[in-house]
């Protein structure tokens, strides 16, 4: 099978094409002939040794994948030719493993691309949401990076939360509809003014939650633009630098910092993705998720797909089409 292979830590110059043996099922794992991988920032970080998480190479980079199943336990909830979404292991092939867990049902709503791009995003912005922030109907919310895939995906699930507001922040003017296409009520570009742009929108009051997955300088004023009793969500770091805080600001404005790690808490629970995808599930079917799809590259053009994450030029989710 073909698969793309980092094979050294220094990003997209590191990776090429191959052919390799595909791999064999474990117990209670899902096989899965891929038709399309979603790209994410860590894919791009662990290629170039700056992640939490090290991968040695030679390896096979991906965890998120769509297609149909080609081989599942006995007992499953699956059988061959099933649409499926999962997160599995060296994704970026023509076939790819996923435990049992951690695979579900693609509703015939979304495309194989667009399924893709479910899995790590949304699973994120509803444990985030829901569960870190304890978001609640009529709250407003703030997103930065809203054009990307992070950022997208946390202004739907926030409008299907039954958000009374979702403001975006994007860096450039091109990025500006990709927001606007996932439900953002208003999208400022990152220029001087922005934090008052933000608080104006919210009536003067500030919005419930923040989420960031940028960090970097538009930290401070990103806590800057929370209302009393706000809560801003530490998803990442996309723009390169890891924040600090003085937590004075915290106590004399009654704000929260609070981080939403989903893969942290999801070694510890690995249950957690099952009763995520229950909503996930239901907010499809409601019209609420749709993901906002940019590039879609061939597997041959893996490094410029890491390339587009790298150069900061990603907009919505970078996807890889396999088959």
Do not use: H
Not at 38 to 58: A, C
Not at 105 to 128: C, H, I, K, R, W
Not at 192 to 197: L, N, Q, V
């Amino acid at each position: 099978m073909r698969a793309l292979v980092v094979n050294e830590l220094t990003g997209p110059a590191g990776i090429s094409v191959t052919d390799m043996a595909p791999p064999e099922a474990a117990a209670g794992d899902v096989l899965i002939d891929v038709v399309a991988a979603g790209v994410s920032f860590p894919d791009l970080l662990i290629s170039q040794g700056l992640y939490q998480r090290r991968s040695e190479p030679p390896y096979v980079p991906g965890v998120e994948v769509a297609g149909r199943v080609r081989q599942a336990p006995a007992g499953s909830a699956f059988k061959p030719g099933d649409r499926v979404y999962a997160g599995a292991s060296a994704g970026f092939a023509e076939v790819a493993r996923a435990p049992e867990r951690m695979t579900f049902s693609l509703p015939d709503e979304l495309s194989f691309e667009q399924g893709a791009a479910v899995l790590v995003n949304y699973q994120t912005a509803v444990f985030a949401l829901s569960m870190r922030a304890g978001f609640r109907s009529g709250e407003s919310l703030f997103a930065l990076g809203a054009s990307g895939g992070v950022g997208t995906a946390a202004i739907q699930v926030a409008k299907g939360l039954g958000a009374s507001r979702a403001i975006g922040l994007v860096s450039t003017a091109d990025k500006v509809e990709p927001a606007r296409q996932a439900g953002a009520d208003d999208v400022f570009l990152v220029e001087p003014g922005w934090r008052e742009r933000v608080v104006a929108a919210t009536g003067g009051r500030g919005a419930d939650v923040v989420y960031d997955p940028v960090g970097g300088d538009r930290f401070d004023d990103a806590v800057r633009c929370l209302a009393p009793g706000g809560r801003l969500l530490v998803i990442g770091f996309a723009g390169g630098g890891i924040p600090t805080v003085k937590v004075n600001r915290l106590l004399l404005r009654n704000v929260s910092v609070v981080g939403a790690a989903w893969g942290e808490w999801v070694a510890r629970d690995p249950n957690l993705p099952v009763g995520v995808g229950r909503e996930i599930d239901r907010l499809i079917r409601a019209g609420v998720i749709r993901p906002v799809i940019g590039d879609v590259l061939p597997l041959e053009r893996g490094a410029e797909a890491f390339r587009l994450l790298a150069e900061r030029k990603a907009v919505g989710k970078v996807i890889l089409r396999v088959a």
